[in-house]
């Protein structure tokens, strides 16, 4: 984790997993979701401690779905969210989507989920604390369940 990032594959052929891109400033949490991710659904995760480099990222490779902290420091993930959006519509590149969306929170943030899961794009709002449970039912409606042996 070098830099205040990582990056980490399930393996397998790179067409067959979904590219994901987790941001979330506490290691445990992060790692929390990237493993459930990993364990559970055909995914690659990325992963990163900043809005600045979720952002950059963002601009580098498509992800089907991206997972923000809404505390993120300097650029927090609602305010990452919204800038993604403007880039994206303003690019018109074809092919180019914004991916859905999936936001952690604090307790409280309640009142601030309710706000932000009327946008259609926002696939669950993750207050924590986080139970792998969670995660995935919002995942897994984005990502392909992985077969279990």
Do not use: W
């Amino acid at each position: 984790m070098n830099g205040g990032s990582a990056t980490d594959s399930s393996g397998g052929a790179s067409s067959a997993v979904d590219p994901v891109l987790v941001a979330h400033e506490e290691v445990s949490t992060m790692r929390l979701i990237r493993d459930s991710l990993l364990s559970f659904t055909l995914c690659e995760v990325d992963t990163c401690f900043s809005g600045e480099v979720a952002f950059e990222r963002c601009l580098q490779r498509r992800y089907k779905l991206i997972v923000l902290s809404l505390h993120l420091p300097v650029l927090p993930g609602e305010l990452l969210y919204e800038m993604l959006a403007k880039v994206h519509h303003y690019s018109q590149v074809p092919g180019r989507f914004l991916p859905p969306v999936i936001f952690v929170g604090e307790a409280g943030d309640q009142q601030r989920a309710e706000d932000l899961q009327r946008d259609v794009r926002v696939k669950g709002i993750l207050i924590k604390p986080l139970r792998i449970d969670r995660i995935l039912a919002r995942a897994k409606l984005v990502l392909t369940e992985r077969p279990m042996a």
